[in-house]
């Protein structure tokens, strides 16, 4: 089964960067997409970036363009989610994914972590 653990989240002020790390079980980078979503309280989980399983192709939001950037070490097992230029809304508990395509549907990933917690001040 594939198991994927997020760390990296904590405080910081606006406009400050932070370093989201997934780190997934042996062969699933082989298998599956992974993707980036993210949801604050009371609100629908949104979609934030994902990369593909072969050839590392990217997909971002639009509030994720130009300010985050998805990557993944293969020989670390890990994903990551750099963040730059954070704003208050950015505010959420983000979720590692995997799934079988680098898209952002919410429905096309299998496989969750438990999230790590981004809070962005004013």
């Known amino acids: 089964q594939v198991q994927l653990v997020e760390s990296g989240g904590g405080l910081v002020q606006a406009g400050g960067s932070l370093r989201l790390a997934c780190a997934a079980s042996e062969g699933t980078f082989r298998r599956y997409a992974m993707g980036w979503f993210r949801q604050a309280p009371g609100k629908e989980r949104e979609f934030v970036a994902a990369?593909?399983?072969?050839?590392?192709?990217?997909v971002y939001a639009d509030s994720s363009k130009g300010r985050f950037t998805i990557s993944k070490d293969y020989a670390k097992n890990t994903v990551f989610l750099q963040m730059t230029s954070l704003k208050p809304e950015d505010t959420a508990v983000y979720y590692c994914?995997?799934?079988?395509?680098?898209?952002?549907?919410?429905?096309?990933?299998?496989?969750w972590g438990q999230g790590t917690q981004v809070t962005v001040s004013s």
């Open positions: 994914a995997a799934g079988d395509y680098a898209v952002n549907t919410v429905t096309n990933y299998n496989y």
């Open positions: 990369i593909s399983r072969s050839v590392g192709s990217t």
